[in-house]
């Protein structure tokens, strides 16, 4: 039997058993029951407004793609940003000129996209304790299965913010060392912002753990970057 579909309000969170409601040839969205708002206009909408809206940092854009929208379409972007960041990590980690063969540069890369599949399976699996310790009843509720989809969704989501990697990549040449590092410092930054407001419009946890929760997530984000910067030291000093 196929698991019945979860829609959720974007504007409050609240779970709802419909988006729209069909009268003869026509559609009409729905209305909450809790916040009396429109359940999720991005059904209207096509989904590059929804991806740049999500770039914005939209709640109402994570809950859609999270819940209510067809995330297909988001793993094969997941996908696309992975292998952007991890060409950019991989020509972060080259000298500006260098003259290092094309079989170290290739094998770097695909060592450095590994690297960054199990930075997103890593960071998943935080959340994942974080949520399970102060939230047990909901991922009771939920199903171990989906709990698990959605919070991975949650890490694929904010990691959205990795198209900013792109700019450093084209003008590489034309900056300082401190542009290109205050530059990964800002979409790092952006990066963290997209997590911890995933993370909350999922409502995985109670509101009076809220708080709690999203200083748990910033902890969390710091000892994995921690932990991939002591893996990127490991693999610098292997290619070099």
């Not at 997103?120 to 009843?137: E, G, K, Q």
């Not at 939920?142 to 989501?157: A, Y």
């Not at 410092?185 to 997209?194: N, T, Y």
């Not at 709690?212 to 910067?229: C, G, M, N, P, T």
Request: charged letters at 20%; hydrophobic letters at 50%; a positive charge.
């Amino acid at each position: 039997m196929s698991e019945k579909r979860r829609f959720v309000c974007i504007n409050c969170g609240h779970r709802v058993k419909e988006l729209f409601k069909k009268y003869s040839n026509s559609l009409k969205t729905t209305q909450c029951d809790k916040c009396h708002q429109t359940t999720d206009k991005y059904i209207e909408f096509e989904e590059f407004i929804i991806l740049i809206d999500a770039l914005l940092l939209d709640s109402g854009a994570f809950r859609h793609i999270i819940y209510n929208g067809d995330f297909k379409l988001y793993w094969k972007i997941s996908l696309v940003v992975l292998l952007l960041e991890s060409f950019a990590l991989c020509r972060q980690k080259l000298p500006d000129h260098s003259d290092a063969s094309l079989h170290v540069h290739e094998k770097g890369f695909y060592t450095y996209t590994l690297q960054n599949i199990g930075d997103y399976l890593f960071m998943t699996l935080l959340l994942l304790i974080i949520t399970a310790t102060l939230s047990i009843d909901w991922m009771k509720k939920m199903g171990l299965r989906s709990f698990t989809l959605i919070i991975f969704k949650v890490v694929l989501i904010s990691n959205l913010s990795k198209f900013f990697l792109l700019p450093i990549l084209v003008w590489r040449n034309n900056t300082t060392v401190f542009g290109r590092s205050l530059h990964h410092f800002l979409v790092m930054g952006h990066h963290l912002c997209s997590l911890v407001i995933a993370f909350e419009a999922v409502g995985a946890t109670r509101k009076d753990l809220r708080w709690w929760a999203l200083i748990l997530v910033v902890i969390a984000f710091a000892f994995k970057e921690s932990a991939r910067q002591f893996v990127s030291l490991l693999l610098e000093e292997h290619f070099t």
